[in-house]
C-alpha cells in the first residue's frame, strides 16, 4: 500500500500560481499517481493522472521526479472557484480495489 | 449526460434500523465503487463492482453493510442495524473500465449524507 501524505491545508490569493505536492515513498511500479478536486457536497472529480516525468491538461500540470516518491500538482493562475480539496491517490492498475483510500487531501483556500 | 445520481440526498434514521442507499451510475459504465466519507476524512473504500463478476467487498466495515449491482447497473448499499459511527457520507462511483483499472477515471455521484440518531 503505498500510503500518501500532503499539506492539511494550503492558502493561496487569485493570480497565483499553487504547487500540493504528495509524499509516496513506498510507491510501487505499477502505480499510477491521480489527482481528484473535491467541492464542498459534492464527489470528488478527476484532475489530472501519471505515471512520471510530466503531464499537463487544461486545468493542470502533474510533475513527477524520476524516483516517483512524490509528486505536484501545478494550479496556474488560481481563482476563488479552485477553493477546495484535492487529493492525491496512489493506486496500481489492473486491481487492489481494498487497498484504495483517498487519504484527508489537501485544503487549498483562494482568496480575493 | 447525465452523471451519476444518488439517492436519496440525505438520510436520517435511528439507531439499529436498516438503510438502502441508491446509485445510478452513467449508462454504459461497467465498473461502480462505493465509497464512504466521514466528516473531515478522506474517502474510505468499501466495494467494487465490475460487470457481472463476484465484488471485491474487501473494504466493507462490517457484516451490517452489504450491497447489490442488479443488471449490471443500479447498486444498492444497505446498512443494518445502524450504528452512530455510521454517519457519514456515502459515495458512489463508476468508471468505464471494461478491466477494473484504477487508472481508469471515476464519475462520482453527490452522495448521500446519513446521519444516525
Same mark, same amino acid.
Given at each position: 500500500l503505498a500510503k500518501t501524505t500532503q499539506p492539511i491545508s494550503m492558502d493561496s490569493y487569485e493570480g497565483q500560481e499553487v504547487n500540493i505536492t504528495c509524499s509516496h515513498n513506498n510507491i510501487a511500479t505499477n502505480d499510477y499517481i491521480t489527482w481528484y478536486q473535491q467541492f464542498p457536497s459534492q464527489g470528488p472529480r478527476f484532475i489530472i493522472q501519471g505515471?512520471?516525468?510530466?503531464? !499537463?491538461?487544461? &486545468?493542470? $500540470?502533474?510533475?513527477?521526479?524520476?524516483?516517483?516518491?512524490?509528486?505536484?500538482?501545478?494550479?496556474?493562475?488560481? @481563482?476563488?472557484?479552485?477553493?477546495?480539496? +484535492? +487529493?492525491?491517490? &496512489?493506486?496500481?492498475?489492473?486491481?487492489? +480495489? $481494498? %487497498?484504495? !483510500?483517498?487519504?484527508?487531501? %489537501?485544503?487549498?483556500?483562494? @482568496?480575493? | 449526460g447525465a452523471g451519476v445520481s444518488q #439517492? *436519496? #440526498?440525505?438520510?436520517?434514521?435511528?439507531? =439499529?434500523?436498516?438503510?438502502?442507499?441508491?446509485?445510478? *451510475?452513467?449508462?454504459?459504465?461497467?465498473?461502480?465503487?462505493?465509497?464512504?466519507?466521514?466528516? =473531515?476524512?478522506?474517502?474510505? /473504500?468499501?466495494?467494487? /463492482?465490475?460487470?457481472?463478476?463476484? *465484488?471485491?467487498?474487501? =473494504?466493507? *466495515?462490517s457484516d451490517r453493510f452489504s450491497a447489490e449491482r442488479t443488471g449490471g447497473s443500479v447498486s444498492t448499499l444497505t446498512i443494518q442495524r445502524t450504528q452512530q459511527e455510521d454517519s457519514a457520507v456515502y459515495l458512489c462511483a463508476s468508471s468505464l473500465s471494461r478491466f477494473g483499472s484504477v487508472t481508469d477515471t471515476q464519475y462520482f455521484g453527490p452522495g448521500t449524507r446519513l446521519t444516525v440518531l
Open positions: 505515471y512520471k516525468t510530466k503531464v !499537463t491538461n487544461e &486545468v493542470a $500540470s502533474l510533475f513527477i521526479p524520476a524516483d516517483r516518491k512524490s509528486s505536484t500538482l501545478s494550479l496556474p493562475r488560481v @481563482s476563488l472557484s479552485d477553493t477546495a480539496v +484535492y +487529493y492525491c491517490l &496512489v493506486a496500481p492498475s489492473g486491481g487492489g +480495489y $481494498s %487497498t484504495l !483510500t483517498f487519504g484527508k487531501g %489537501t485544503m487549498l483556500l483562494v @482568496s480575493p | #439517492s *436519496p #440526498s440525505n438520510k436520517v434514521t435511528e439507531k =439499529g434500523k436498516d438503510v438502502e442507499l441508491r446509485c445510478d *451510475p452513467i449508462s454504459g459504465h461497467t465498473a461502480l465503487y462505493w465509497y464512504r466519507q466521514s466528516l =473531515g476524512q478522506g474517502l474510505e /473504500f468499501l466495494i467494487y /463492482f465490475q460487470g457481472n463478476s463476484a *465484488p471485491d467487498k474487501s =473494504g466493507l *466495515p
